[in-house]
């Protein structure tokens, strides 16, 4: 399936209607500064540059506004911990949120979140406020809370 979305978007010319990957459009919108300092001290750009798709549930600096500046550090100087915390938003494959099914699915982190779709479209609770932000490698849908891994 990831080759036929690929083939896809490289015959329509999708791709260069968003050529930014997942980091540069996420850079480039502004409102995710805390989670792009974030996957770089992860070590994860890289990854989320690579070739995907992925789709990105992506917290907000208002959803990291509002986990405890302590809290927020300490994660911040715990690579393994924040990796944990970042792959668990992230899952394979581009998910637009009209495409968004209702029940479990698998996180890059190899936990699960809980999608909902009843008033719009919630992870694990966490409102999605921005979806479908696409990326040459995927799509991001901001929201606003930051998961935590069980």
Do not use: R, W
């Not at 260069?16 to 989670?35: E, H, P, R």
């Not at 490698?137 to 930051?146: E, K, L, Q, R």
Request: proline share 4%; glycine share 8%; charged share 15%.
């Amino acid at each position: 399936m990831k080759k036929t979305l690929i083939a896809l978007a490289l015959a329509t010319g999708a791709v260069t209607a968003f050529a930014q990957d997942i980091v540069d459009t996420a850079v480039k919108a502004g409102n995710f500064k805390t989670l792009v300092t974030a996957v770089q001290a992860a070590g994860l750009v890289d990854t989320l540059k690579g070739p995907g798709p992925f789709t990105v549930f992506a917290p907000t600096d208002a959803a990291f506004a509002k986990v405890p500046k302590a809290q927020l550090d300490a994660l911040l100087a715990d690579k393994a911990m924040l990796t944990k915390v970042l792959t668990y938003h992230v899952v394979s494959g581009a998910v637009m949120a009209k495409d968004v099914k209702p029940g479990m699915v698998k996180t890059v982190e190899g936990g699960s979140l809980t999608l909902a779709t009843s008033g719009g479209v919630t992870v694990n609770g966490a409102k999605v406020v921005a979806a479908d932000v696409k990326a040459s490698n995927g799509v991001i849908h901001a929201i606003d809370t930051v998961l935590m891994p069980k």
